[in-house]
Structure formats: C-alpha cells, structure tokens
C-alpha cells in the first residue's frame, strides 16, 4: 500500500476518519445524543458536527489548498449555545492514544473555529482541481439506534474518485449477512480503504495508530441473474421500491432485498465485504432526484476496485465532478461487471412496465 501516489492522502484520511470513528463511538455511550431534526427532516446529532469538525481540521491542517465538501453546516451550534457546548467538548476531549498518529491531525483551538471549521464543508463543490467530500454520520437514524453507519472521507480530483476512506464502528462481519441488528458491541467496528487502481484494504479500526490492513476479495463472478442478491432498504422514501420489485422479478431473485441497511455508504459497505449481497440499485420516485456526492464518493471507488460496475439507470459513469451531487447522474446500478449489463437492462424494463 505503500507505492500508490496517495500514501499520505490515505495515512492522513485514515486517521482523521479512525478519530471521527472513536468520537461517535463515545456519543453513543450516552442516552442523550443531541438529536434533531434538520429542515429536510433528516435527524442529526451533535456527533454529526462533531465528527465533521475533527476530520476537516485534520485535513484542512495537512492539504490546505484542498476544497471540502461536508454535509453539515454551523447554523443550529451558532443559534444554540447549549448545542454548541456539548459538540465543542466533544470534537475537542477525544485524541488518538498514539502520540505520533495524532500530532498528524490538528485540533480546533477555539469554538469560532471550529464553527468555521465545519462550514468549510458548506463552501466546497466537486469540479476541477482536488476535492475532499465527507459524511460525518452517513446512517444518523440507525447511529441513533446504536445501529450501522458509516464515517465516510473521499478525495475527488478533478471529478474523479482517488481515496476513499469508510470507518464502520458498528460493523462485524463474522456472523453471517450485514445487518442493522449485528453490531460489534465489544471493539471498535472495521475500516474500509480504496484507492484508485490500487485495489481495496480492510483493517480493524483502534484508538491509536493504525491497524494493519489486509486486501479485500475481488467479488465473486455472477453468471446467472437468479444469484443476484440484492441490498436496499425498505423503509426508503426517496426510491421506488415497486419498480425494484419488479427488477427482481424479472431476474428471478429473491425480493424483498436480502441485506437491508439504511445507510446508503453502508450498501457499498456490505457488497464489498461479502456481505449477503451483491448488488443494488436506485430508481428514484421523483424525475429530479439527484443523489447527495458523500452518500456515494468513496463507497463506489470501494466496490469499484472490487469488480464492480457503477452507472446511472441510462447505463452512463457516474460523473464527481458536478458540484454537491451527483448532478449528472439519474438513479444508480451497481453490480459485478459479469452481471451488470443484464441488471441494467431490466431496470430499463421495469421502468417502462
């Protein structure tokens, strides 16, 4: 992992997503999360802010020219004194126990900074030049329920993925298919690497420097469409579940889906570690539904390097370098290389029935 021209992008991302990681795991020790609702009515937590604080500082600290792209803006910690409190002394208590993994990142030294800290991430947009996305808590509704979510940083150059980063805390793979349900109650969860061209790496994720990581399996070939084995969520508001169900269908495999996880990072998550399932796809109720760039950069790279295709429902790669979203691309198809021409065109199908 050391040859790639990314080695410190990738230590330095590591790092700051491990320390997000211990962060939130430390929040959900508390019965009071600090939770609300934004205007979008997606719920938030003060770990949101508070993780996005910690990996911005370490990367705006390491690669200053860099844009970033985070979710979350300061607008409720600046109107909220008591919100602000508890996020500063979140962000501000929690270090990597290894000296020298965290002299690497950087602290905000005082609340305006960090609040100016987090809204960097409100000022980038994916385009020309190197651009960090990050989703502090992809999943808040299931971290809420000490469930699976994914602490998410990519680097984008120039509308490309290069590094992606996934920090599991709840993650535990040697049970059986990922679900909400099996969570890793006694460590720290699992940390997902990829870089472009490069292929993809698993470590355990500490509390101190980082664990050594092995490569991931290349994803096994599907040659039959009975053996696609969907990821999705049924509680979804934003996909159109029936026109799913009729994919499914059509291919001859088991619905409702076989892994079902809230987190969109946590879909990739569970393909690229084998998960019971390999594949998914997005066919969004609304015709100007556009995804958000951090629910996807970084998880695509993943499966990406693992065998995967990745495209919209017109069969077109996924373009990162259109602002914060995904602007150019209309739902989504994600499956083996094997299989993924077949999926696409039952999707197409199904669409039109």
Request: aromatic content about 6%; charged content about 20%.
């Amino acid at each position: 992992m050391s040859t790639h021209p990314y080695t410190t992008e990738l230590h330095i991302a590591s790092l700051a997503v491990q320390r997000a990681a211990v962060l939130t795991k430390k929040l959900l020790s508390e019965v009071d999360k600090g939770a609300f609702d934004k205007q979008d009515s997606s719920p938030v937590t003060i770990a949101d802010f508070a993780a996005q604080a910690s990996i911005i500082a370490a990367i705006h600290h390491n690669f200053p020219d860099d844009q970033i792209v985070g979710e979350e803006d300061s607008t409720a910690l600046r109107e909220n004194s008591a919100l602000l409190e508890r996020t500063w002394e979140l962000a501000t208590s929690v270090h990597l126990d290894d000296a020298a993994s965290e002299a690497l990142l950087y602290t905000p030294s005082s609340r305006d900074e960090l609040l100016d800290l987090i809204d960097l991430g409100t000022k980038g947009a994916c385009g020309p030049g190197r651009v960090w996305t990050l989703d502090p808590v992809d999943g808040t509704a299931t971290f809420i329920k000490n469930q699976q979510y994914v602490v998410c940083l990519s680097l984008v150059e120039d509308g490309t993925q290069r590094v992606g980063v996934l920090g599991c805390p709840n993650l535990k793979i040697d049970e059986g298919p990922v679900s909400e349900e099996t969570v890793d109650r006694d460590g720290n969860g699992l940390l997902l690497t990829a870089i472009a061209g490069h292929g993809a790496f698993i470590a355990p994720l500490g509390k101190g420097a980082l664990h050594e990581s092995r490569p991931l399996e290349k994803l096994p070939v599907v040659e039959e469409t009975r053996d696609v084995r969907f990821v999705d969520t049924q509680a979804a508001s934003s996909h159109n579940l029936d026109v799913h169900a009729r994919v499914a269908k059509q291919l001859d495999c088991p619905w409702p889906n076989t892994v079902d996880v809230w987190s969109a990072q946590m879909r990739y998550v569970a393909i690229a570690v084998q998960g019971g399932c390999n594949a998914f796809i997005k066919v969004p109720r609304e015709k100007n539904y556009r995804s958000k760039i951090w629910d996807h950069a970084g998880g695509m790279l993943l499966v990406q390097e693992l065998g995967c295709v990745v495209t919209d429902l017109e069969g077109q790669p996924v373009n990162c370098g259109l602002g914060r979203t995904l602007g150019g691309c209309y739902g989504m198809v994600v499956a083996p290389a094997s299989i993924h021409g077949r999926l696409l065109e039952a999707v197409k199908r199904a669409r039109q029935s």
